[in-house]
């Protein structure tokens, strides 16, 4: 440590003694007389000099306009003490304007709760705000009274001058919003578009990520909107009105102009060729996928494998068209379809005019016959409905003369009370009934469609007449299904 004493004429009770520290220098201690001719600093020429003027006193400067240091070195702590409630202070001036100041009222505080730094930030901020951080060139430039918000970054929130709560980082993140509270912004120009503003943004809740490959950002062009949340390089620059939309990944949602609820998931979804540019209520998630058409509402496509109309609650595997038939649908023209009750209406591309694809409750084989059947089971206690029966006879032992054969199904009608009934009655449908015995071309067949009540037994009755001691024999076939 160096000390040099420079000590006026009597009194020594106006020796003052000053401790400068510095970074270069060391500790050194200078003490010259309080000479009121000084505290212009013009005395200033050489590190042993020091004057009355750099002692602290409220109404006193270090340096003035026309009078300033070059370099500030210090090894210890700047204090600013005694700043209270509702103080708007100014710590750092840069070429006229704010650059480094806090300020802030809110009750209950020791100290002003706002803090900004950079030139012009926070420059039109007001005392009575309250919360606000403001870090770059211009954040928050033109903003007054406001309360908890957060911009960092280049330009960021500094067109608008009203709006609470919103969180914007990034390069001139948020610059379009005036007025809309509670947004949050992270990335390049994420709610900013370059040009002329005409409608700032006063939307509420909204969240956007993501940068941008030119000057319109995520949310760029949205101006009334609420609770829309993107995240991804280049998405969701069209909107302008629009709410609850949910728009995550590359160049997602990029021509959606305007709509509420949809949710596109995947890159470049719902852009291009067809991308939504004015839909509700969608939903399209996979790679570069979109809708049938740029208007259209309440669809889904996932994967360009799975459609659906969600206002009808008709869904399609292959159809991306316009229509779907029914409820549910399978292949590009909807070969395979269901209703909403259940029942197959189109199967392998043919109608099943309403009765559908049957179920199958009973397949029977019957080899080697020489007798009639006056009591065979099909299905016992059978529900209420439509059933179809398909039958086939064959014979296969020739008899010696002429023998017939005939097959009948036996069942209580659902709108007969009166008994059971018989379908078909002998020689009731083609050739269900034969008197050749030759084997093989000796046969019979149809198809019997019975309306059953609830509970009934169905079964099949055979008749067989053989006039030779070589008796004819046969074979028969019977499958039972339920349609409806």
Known sequence: MKVNLMLSP???????????????????MFAQSCDPACEDLSNLTVTTHINAHLLPQPDR???????????????????IEEQGVGDDLRIMMLNGHRFLHTTGNATGMESP???????????????????????????????????????????????????????????????NIDGGDSNTGIGQNVFYRSGTITNYIEG?????????????????????????????????????????????????????????????IGSGESSGDNGTTNGTG????????????????NRMNIGGVLY?????????????????????????????QIDNTGVIKEYNNLTTDGLGVPVILNVLTLSDQAGSITNGMLLEDAPAGVYRVTYQGVVTVAADVGSALSFKVRYTDADITSGTVDAPSTNITGNNSTTSNTVGSANFSGV?????????DIKY????????????????????????
């Open 10 to 28: 009597p009194p020594f009770y106006k020796l003052i003694v000053c401790l400068l520290l510095t970074s270069i220098c060391g500790n050194r």
């Open 61 to 79: 400067n270090i340096g003035s306009a026309d009078s300033s240091w070059s370099d500030y070195f210090m090894n210890g702590i700047f204090y």
């Open 282 to 297: 969608n939903i399209v998630i996979g790679i570069n996928e979109d809708l049938h058409s740029s208007s259209a509402s």
């Open 204 to 264: 509420i809740g909204n969240v956007g990520i993501g940068a941008t490959s030119d000057n319109i950002g995520v949310f760029g062009n949205l101006y009334d909107g609420n609770y829309n949340t993107a995240v991804g390089f280049n998405s969701v620059k069209s909107l302008t009105t629009g709410d609850e939309n949910t728009i995550l990944g590359y160049n997602a949602g990029a021509d959606l102009t305007f709509g509420d609820q949809n949710i596109f």
């Open 461 to 484: 009755i055979v008749s067989r007449a053989s006039e030779s001691s070589g008796s004819m024999e046969y074979s028969l076939r019977v499958l039972l299904e339920r349609i409806q």
């Open 448 to 456: 019997v469609l019975i309306q059953v009540a609830d509970a009934s």
């Open 308 to 336: 659906a109309d969600l206002s009808a609650n008709k869904v399609s595997i292959g159809n991306s068209g316009s229509a779907l038939s029914n409820t549910f649908n399978v292949g590009a023209n909807d070969e395979f």
């Open 113 to 175: 709760t706002g803090l900004f730094l950079g030139e012009y930030a926070g420059e039109d901020v007001d005392a009575t705000s309250n919360g606000c951080v403001g870090i770059g060139y211009r954040a928050l430039e033109q903003f007054v009274s406001t309360d908890h918000n957060t911009a960092v970054g280049f330009f960021a929130m500094s067109a608008g001058d009203a709006g609470d709560k919103n969180t914007m980082v990034g390069n001139r993140a948020g610059q």
